[in-house]
């Protein structure tokens, strides 16, 4: 069926707290208001104030709150607002959530599924805009996935419920009121691979997230002009699937790597510095970045827009490999 | 330095044996913790033990006389100043030592070390080393046991430092506005590491503090360990009963550097001194004798016997096996059946 992003969360959410009386969902705003992007409403309702829970602003607490719940034998879903907020939480997810089981010698485990909107695109500003990503992805111990499409959104919600350890997943707020098929039928999703959303033959576009509707724009006006440019939807951003990508690139030879993030310390730096060394011999180009300017996200629409990767930014890239390096 | 509080008598079991196994069991357990920390510092002196290791000395009162208060089923989350919680709640003083030593037959498997013990058999949460980053995992524990009916309580030791924190009003504010089965237990040994309290806090009477969240609270002379078995006891049974959060401030002092690098420029020796007079395990002994509950030839037994625990510990530490080095990686992610 056809269904929004925004309801797709919502669903995911709903059959996670039907399926499993161990699920709760907590969370600022997420009870009576009904989320802060909706993903909740009607929910509290439905499933009454122990299991929707509002929080106070503390983000560092409730976070906290969902580890020991977690240790506790429950399995919280915790809401964070954005992920600009989730850092006055970061301590709780690194240096608890990710250590845990580890630093016990393997005795404890935290099956805890965070859930934050992220990314730029609706005049917000520098507080509100950020894809800060990488700073998850940096952490092992936990796994961080990133649902770009209405399908994963609900399908690796219902996945990272059923993992062990920490999950940490991202939705770019743009993707919200986006439409796109879910199967009902289908459950839980594989969380780890990427997928390959459109094939090519020229040049092998990587990303996630808000950013997989851009690559797919540019391949789109690429093919116009006969270039055919594979488009890559990376899905887990811990662990990285360098199998596919570099599956993808040994046959395309060139790689762009689009990501929300700024270019310094990037996702994009590092799928790069794995292609290097991975596929350095497959490739007849330097990998090529679009990342987000490095400034702290502008309100006025046009900066803002300026600021992100774009369409036309990735057909450039794109071409410019080919280009130079055809 | 806040006024002595009387000693009060042993008595609780009716018979004099009662009276004297009572006061032999605290006893003992004290003695343990302070000999099985001098030895800790020994062999630190000698290499064996590595990173910081943080010697309750001084304190020993407070785990002694509040953690039996909890069942085998409650739980603790501690602090990195964690051996005597950790004695007390019985794990192994073997298993503590090698965990020290890095081992792979310590409590953590030698990933912790001295500040992040571990022993999920007996709900204890670790031997936490972000100050105040225990908190908001106690009320979580609490909630997960309100959420499946469960009566069971939840205590979280800290210190003065920790109440600085955000996290410390963040978690008493939760755990009351959800009236959470947490026993909030703060250790306030006067010194956020090197800095005094009154350097450190606008209201230095921390459990005052609780009235902000509509809390009950006590503060008790932590170097008693009758007062604070007795607080203990209260504050776990209402908290047990469902009144919600509880905030216990025990009032105590650490008389060894606050780590082994520590020069103690911040405190006069005759602070120290003055607080020695007030020794726990002294006061307690001389109470006993007092009593006659206690003669030469038993407390001579005692220091025997803690001096043999401690002495197999660290022999079981030197003879435990390394953690290989292929198995560096095992455990960052639960293994999943392919």
């Not at chain 1, 039907?18 to 409403?41: H, I, N, Q, T």
């Not at chain 2, 004099?16 to 006061?23: I, L, V, Y």
């Not at chain 2, 950790?86 to 500040?115: D, F, H, Q, T």
Request: glycine share 10%; hydrophobic share 45%.
């Amino acid at each position: 069926m056809k269904t929004t992003y925004r309801e797709a969360v919502r669903l995911g959410l709903r059959e996670a707290l039907k399926r499993d009386p161990r699920a709760f969902l907590m969370g600022e705003d997420v009870g009576r208001y009904g989320g802060a992007y909706a993903c909740s409403k009607g929910l509290l309702e439905e499933f009454g104030p122990e299991r929707i829970r509002d929080t106070p602003l503390s983000e560092s607490t409730f976070v906290g709150a969902g580890i020991g719940a977690a240790l506790g034998g429950m399995r919280p879903i915790v809401e964070v607002m954005t992920v600009n907020f989730s850092l006055l939480a970061l301590d709780q997810i690194v240096n608890n959530a990710a250590t845990l089981r580890h630093m016990s010698g393997g005795q404890l485990s935290v099956p805890l599924v965070v859930r934050m909107a992220t990314g730029g695109g609706r005049q917000l500003a520098a507080q509100h805009s950020h894809s800060l990503e990488v700073y998850y992805a940096h952490v092992p111990g936990i796994k961080v996935v990133a649902p770009a499409t209405a399908a994963d959104a609900r399908g690796m919600l219902l996945a990272a419920l059923e993992e062990p350890d920490p999950v940490v997943i991202f939705e770019h707020a743009m993707l919200y009121p986006l439409e796109g098929e879910i199967d009902e039928h289908n459950g839980a999703v594989q969380l780890d691979r990427a997928a390959v959303r459109r094939p090519g033959r020229d040049a092998t576009v990587i990303t996630y997230g808000g950013s997989l509707g851009k690559a797919l724009a540019a391949a789109e006006q690429l093919a116009a002009e006969g270039i055919e440019a594979e488009v890559i939807d990376l899905r887990s951003l811990r662990p990285l699937d360098m199998p596919t990508i570099l599956n993808s690139v040994a046959h395309t030879r060139r790689a762009v790597v689009v990501d929300e993030g700024w270019r310094t310390c990037s996702l994009a730096a590092e799928i790069s510095a794995q292609i290097m060394e991975g596929g350095f011999f497959d490739l007849d180009a330097p990998v090529a970045r679009v990342c987000s300017v490095e400034t702290p996200m502008p309100y006025a629409a046009h900066l803002e827009q300026a600021a992100l990767p774009q369409a036309d930014k990735i057909v450039a890239a794109v071409r410019e490999l080919l280009d130079r390096h055809g | 330095m806040f006024n002595e509080t009387a000693m009060q008598t042993v008595a609780e079991p009716k018979s004099k044996a009662g009276e004297r196994d009572r006061g032999a069991s605290l006893l003992g357990q004290m003695l343990l913790i302070r000999r099985f920390e001098e030895k800790s510092a020994e062999l630190y002196s000698l290499g064996k033990i590595h990173g910081f290791l943080h010697l309750y000395i001084g304190e020993e009162a407070v785990a002694v006389g509040a953690i039996p208060a909890l069942s085998t089923d409650d739980a603790i989350v501690s602090t990195y100043r964690e051996h005597g919680h950790a004695l007390v709640r019985g794990i192994s003083p073997g298993a503590i030592m090698a965990e020290m030593y890095g081992k792979a037959n310590g409590c953590s498997r030698g990933r912790g070390g001295s500040m992040h013990l571990f022993d999920a058999s007996r709900r204890f949460y670790g031997g936490n080393a972000i100050v105040g980053g225990g908190l908001p995992l106690a009320v979580g524990l609490a909630l997960a046991d309100k959420l499946q009916d469960r009566k069971r309580v939840t205590a979280c030791l800290f210190g003065d430092g920790a109440v600085a924190e955000g996290e410390f009003h963040e978690s008493l504010n939760l755990a009351a506005l959800w009236k959470l089965p947490v026993l909030f237990l703060c250790e306030n040994n006067r010194y956020a590491m090197g800095t005094a309290i009154e350097r450190h806090q606008s209201q230095t009477d921390i459990s005052a503090k609780a009235a902000a969240y509509g809390m009950p609270s006590a503060a008790i002379d932590g170097m008693d360990v009758l007062a604070v078995e007795q607080a203990a006891k209260k504050a776990v049974a209402a908290v047990r009963e469902g009144a919600g959060p509880y905030l216990l401030e025990a009032r105590t002092y650490r008389f060894r550097a606050h780590s082994m690098y520590d020069a103690e420029l911040y405190r006069g020796k005759e602070e120290v001194e003055q607080w020695k007079k007030r020794d726990p395990i002294a006061l307690f002994t001389a109470l006993l004798r007092e009593q006659g509950l206690l003669g030469d030839a038993q407390l001579a037994e005692f220091e025997r016997s803690v001096a043999e625990q401690v002495a197999s510990a660290v022999q079981f530490a030197e003879a435990g096996p390394w953690e290989p080095i292929e198995d560096l990686t095992k455990d960052v992610y639960t293994p999943v059946a392919p």
